[in-house]
């Protein structure tokens, strides 16, 4: 089966930079996405990533290396707001999606 | 552009009864997902529904199964209620397979409370 592992829970101040990791044993998926989940909210697409290398989009970035096994989320300029759930998730054929457990962040002023 | 509206939002059942969440998609979305939201297991892949046809399940037992109709609505249905089923229900719908890049959307889910 797919084992998906993220840390619980990390804390950060706000206007800093933080890095999200998830280590997997799968292969064979079609893509790595990021999700963000405010407490009570449904999850919100974030950042895909299908081939090795970074992903850039604005404050957040994704980076996957398939070979080692390993996915993280760059979070800059961090705001308040910006405490929330993040997962991870693999894509395998239709549509059919594994998600890590989560990490927590908390920002602190 | 309306997002992934599922209803009830909340629901409360007893052990033993059955349940029907209703989940409508994004409008051109064909594919509908299900999944099991609890803080012990994260989010559980439950099973996709793309066209009337279930395309893939997960690992829950029968007491769970699902439908889709031809405007591309689903339901889920839960079967002899259980504590442990007590959860946060959410779907998602996509356009085309995971390689799009989009990812699902996700509807803001039914928290079911089983007692």
């Known amino acids: 089966g797919q084992n998906i592992d993220q840390p619980t829970e990390m804390t950060a101040t706000e206007g800093a930079i933080v890095q999200i990791n998830c280590t997997y044993q799968?292969?064979?998926?079609?893509?790595l996405f990021w999700y963000q989940q405010h407490a009570g909210e449904a999850p919100t697409f974030l950042s895909y990533?299908?081939?090795?290398g970074l992903e850039e989009k604005g404050r957040f970035s994704s980076f996957l290396s398939r070979s080692k096994g390993y996915s993280y989320l760059l979070l800059k300029e961090l705001q308040m707001k910006d405490s929330a759930s993040y997962l991870c998730?693999?894509?395998?054929?239709?549509?059919?999606?594994?998600f890590g457990s989560g990490t927590k962040l908390n920002v602190k002023p | 552009k309306a997002g992934v509206t599922q209803t009830p939002r909340y629901l409360i059942k007893t052990r033993g009864q059955q349940v029907t969440l209703s989940c409508s998609p994004i409008?051109?979305?064909?594919?509908v997902s299900w999944y099991q939201q609890t803080p012990g297991q994260g989010l559980q892949f439950l099973f996709e529904?793309?066209?009337?046809?279930?395309?893939n399940k997960g690992n829950f037992p029968g007491r769970f199964s699902g439908r889709q109709f031809s405007n591309s609505r689903s339901e889920m249905n839960v079967s002899t209620l259980e504590l442990g089923d007590s959860a946060l229900y959410l779907c998602?719908?996509?356009?085309?397979?995971?390689?799009?890049?989009?990812?699902?959307?996700f509807g803001s889910g039914t928290r079911l409370t089983v007692v």
């Open positions: 799968t292969s064979g998926f079609n893509g």
């Open positions: 998602a719908s996509s356009w085309e397979g995971a390689t799009g890049g989009n990812g699902y959307t």
């Open positions: 990533n299908v081939l090795d």
């Open positions: 529904y793309f066209s009337e046809t279930q395309r």
């Open positions: 998730a693999f894509a395998y054929n239709f549509n059919k999606f594994y």
């Open positions: 409008s051109g979305h064909r594919s």
